[in-house]
């Protein structure tokens, strides 16, 4: 049971330039997050979905957009990258019947 | 609007010494609360939820939670601390309103176990 899942690990962007970070769950959970975590600052909700086909936004969402096509998968991606983005990401995914958020290993983004 | 206050950022204790890690929170209704730990390059693993009931909370790794309503507080407790237990922890709350988990984090504290 791989639970959550992302890629990459690690990325250098430079500015202007756009990736799509991956997230998968293989727990069947409805309920998926996207954070950042940057020091001194804890997690910040950037966009979560509560359901295959809708997103919404979070605390901090300019600058990143999602999908989430299939239930297992919830994409973040920037189109145009900028250094504030330099971050750690950590996708998180929850059962409606759970309180508890399961997270990924998380990628950690550098933008020059 | 909901938040989350760890006004420590470092805990430092001796092995074998009880632990303490302090949050406190501001909703404008009744709360969930959580604790996650988060070792070095690891994402973020639960320990434990307080959502109704008892207002000690019993979790992973011999952990336990306090829930103070009057003091809005939910101190992380342990009564022997290991040298494994060093390691970055997050208290979060959510609105037992809302229909899934929101979660709003404190900004962390970082537990030191000395051998």
């Known amino acids: 049971n791989a639970g959550v899942t992302q890629t990459p690990k690690f990325r250098v962007l430079k500015t202007g330039q756009s990736m799509t970070l991956l997230c998968a769950q293989d727990?069947?959970?409805?309920?998926m997050y996207w954070y950042r975590q940057d020091p001194g600052m804890g997690l910040r909700l950037i966009h979560y979905?509560?359901?295959?086909?809708?997103?919404a936004k979070g605390e901090v969402p300019d600058g990143y957009n999602v999908s989430r096509l299939k239930k297992q998968n919830f994409l973040l991606g920037l189109e145009s990258a900028a250094p504030s983005q330099t971050s750690v990401y950590f996708c998180?995914?929850?059962?409606?019947?759970?309180?508890?958020?399961?997270f990924g290993p998380g990628t950690r983004l550098t933008v020059t | 609007a909901q938040s989350v206050a760890q006004p420590e950022d470092q805990v430092n204790v001796a092995e074998g010494n009880p632990l303490t890690v302090k949050c406190t929170y501001s909703?404008?209704?009744?709360?969930?609360l959580f604790w996650y730990v988060q070792y070095p390059n690891r994402g973020l693993q639960f320990l434990l939820k307080?959502?109704?009931?008892?207002?000690l909370v019993k979790g992973s790794y011999g952990f336990e939670a306090e829930f103070n309503k009057s003091q809005t507080s939910f101190h992380l407790k342990k009564p022997s601390a290991l040298v494994s237990d060093s390691a970055l922890y997050f208290c979060?709350?959510?609105?037992?309103?809302?229909?899934?988990?929101?979660?709003?984090f404190g900004t962390g504290t970082r537990l030191l176990v000395s051998p």
């Open positions: 998180a995914s929850g059962g409606s019947l759970s309180y508890e958020q399961y």
């Open positions: 727990m069947n959970h409805e309920y």
């Open positions: 979905s509560v359901g295959e086909g809708t997103t």
């Open positions: 909703v404008s209704g009744n709360p969930y």
């Open positions: 307080y959502i109704t009931g008892d207002n």
């Open positions: 979060a709350v959510s609105l037992r309103s809302t229909g899934f988990q929101k979660l709003v």
